[in-house]
């Protein structure tokens, strides 16, 4: 599966939104972005997946550049909650690669009062 | 739906003791992982299972053995555990029927061994 590289950290204000970069040049046809968050001292948790469409849903939304190189991720308005280390993976959707989730050190996104 | 649940959450042991974490998961899957995660590092897989009765190692395999007997629970044991087991471990698992296919994490079981 392709790897990707994300900042270590980053700062946002309540309220406003966050966006989060990811870079996945390497990634092939068949892979997909996902995003997994963990909040601290908890399980991580799956927040979005895309592969090569825009998508949203009720936690955020996901901007796949056209060459799928790379991607974003919007949390439009970040509260206090959304404190928490912001993983971007990328792997194929099935398959006998299913256990390839393989995580980085993410970012860690902190959100300001 | 209790989802994925571990058990012990906390546990401290000697060096050389031997011990077992239990996972289950009430969503008929059929793929369970193992990772563990250190400070400052993201999760590294320990060792995986494609279905029950089988097992596969992961990325850090060392140190540990897995056993798959029933559908539902995965299980880590250390034979002999060393202080460089000492880590936050999480069970996982996931299904190739379910359209988005993202996995779920258990809670985490927090291990120290002194």
């Known amino acids: 599966d392709a790897k990707t590289t994300q900042p270590p950290s980053m700062d946002c204000a309540e309220g406003r939104a966050a966006n989060l970069p990811c870079n996945h040049s390497?990634?092939?046809?068949?892979?997909?972005v996902y995003w997994y968050r963990q909040i601290h001292s908890q399980g991580p948790q799956y927040i979005i997946h895309g592969l090569k469409n825009n998508e949203t849903n009720e936690m955020a939304s996901l901007i796949i550049t056209e060459d799928r190189k790379s991607s974003t991720l919007i949390l439009p308005h970040a509260t206090l909650r959304d404190t928490a280390v912001y993983y971007c993976?990328?792997?194929?959707?099935?398959?006998?690669?299913?256990?390839?989730?393989?995580f980085g050190k993410g970012t860690l996104l902190t959100v300001n009062p | 739906n209790a989802g994925v649940t571990q058990t012990p959450k906390f546990r401290v042991l000697k060096t050389g003791q031997s011990m077992t974490l239990l996972c289950a998961q009430d969503?008929?899957?059929?793929?369970m992982y193992w990772y563990r995660q250190d400070p400052g590092m993201g999760l590294r897989l320990i060792h995986y299972s494609v279905g029950e009765g089988t097992t596969a190692k992961g990325e850090v395999p060392d140190g540990y053995n897995v056993s798959r007997l029933k559908k539902q629970n995965f299980l880590l044991g250390l034979e002999s555990a060393a202080p460089s087991q000492t880590s936050v471990y999480f069970c996982a698992s996931n299904t190739d029927r379910e359209k988005r296919n993202t996995i779920y994490f258990g809670e985490g079981s927090w291990l120290t061994v002194v």
């Open positions: 993976i990328v792997k194929r959707l099935s398959g006998g690669s299913n256990y390839k989730l393989t």
């Open positions: 969503m008929n899957h059929e793929y």
């Open positions: 390497t990634i092939s046809g068949n892979e997909y």
